[in-house]
């Protein structure tokens, strides 16, 4: 029998090809939490709920004890004019009333862009850091007190300024372990045990020559074992998302999750 682990379970929105409420209803029960994964593109394409979707997404979380956490869909900067906000504030607003767990954002990487094609400067990773914390102090005021703000790390930055920032703005991590992977972090088991009491989100996904968001069953089994081990040792019980979309690797995700955690749960305890 799989052990009952002591973090929420999530999946994305993008699990059977359908819309945010036929993935909540295929995912209840299956998970604890479905990762609301939103956009509203300038040429009209949009999938933010309507507000009968917003009701029927209340229900199902109502009838099965499913939480939504939303991921914002623009990296948060003050350029230009503030847009990444202001469509935070649209997703939000759209998201209104339901049971959400948590709200995940970006910030943009605009100092490593330019540092990559300039060299570095100092005195721009201040300026950066100064406009990242307005710019999510300024979607933190939007949310109630119970919704934390988690400040994700991105593959094209060092996760470490990621979590200094979030120390500094008092806000919690979501810690995309996909991503320490991508970024070739030296030692992301490491990084990840130092931070996790940072943290109420875990992004988790394989990446695969260079590729990620690819089903868990990819990541290597020490890997994945180390990684188990260690949320069970420490009692997480934030939300661990497997980052993954479409039903094959939902399915083949989950099973090796479940194979983890009955291997880990009978090492560690024994």
């Not at 979380?61 to 503030?82: C, E, F, I, M």
């Not at 972090?185 to 940072?198: K, W």
């Not at 094959?248 to 989950?254: A, K, R």
Request: glycine share 4%; charged share 15%.
């Amino acid at each position: 029998m799989v052990p009952e682990p002591p973090f929420s379970l999530g999946a994305t929105s993008y699990v059977v090809e359908s819309g945010l409420c036929d993935n909540a209803s295929f995912l209840a029960g299956k998970v604890d939490d479905m990762e609301l994964v939103l956009f509203d593109l300038p040429e009209g394409t949009s999938n933010l709920p309507s507000p009968a979707e917003r009701c029927a997404l209340a229900e199902i979380g109502k009838a099965y004890h499913l939480t939504y956490s939303v991921h914002l869909p623009l990296d948060l900067s003050l350029q230009p004019n503030r847009h990444s906000l202001t469509m935070a504030a649209r997703v939000l607003e759209s998201v209104e009333g339901l049971p959400i767990s948590a709200v995940i954002a970006h910030v943009d990487d605009w100092v490593w862009r330019r540092q990559r094609r300039y060299g570095w400067d100092p005195f721009l990773l201040a300026q950066w850091e100064s406009q990242a914390l307005e710019a999510l102090e300024t979607v933190q005021r939007l949310l109630p007190d119970s919704v934390p703000l988690c400040v994700e790390n991105l593959e094209s930055y060092p996760p470490e300024s990621i979590a200094s920032l979030a120390k500094t703005a008092g806000l919690p991590l979501c810690i995309d372990v996909g991503h320490l992977w991508k970024y070739r972090h030296p030692r992301p088991m490491n990084f990840l045990q130092q931070h996790l009491p940072q943290a109420q989100v875990i992004h988790l996904h394989a990446c695969l020559h260079g590729t990620d968001h690819q089903t868990l069953f990819q990541i290597p089994q020490a890997a994945m074992d180390s990684l188990m081990t260690l949320l069970q040792e420490t009692g997480f019980h934030g939300i661990l998302t497997m980052e993954v979309f479409g039903n094959e690797d939902f399915t083949s995700s989950l099973a090796a999750l479940r194979s983890s955690l009955e291997r880990t749960s009978t090492a560690w305890q024994s």
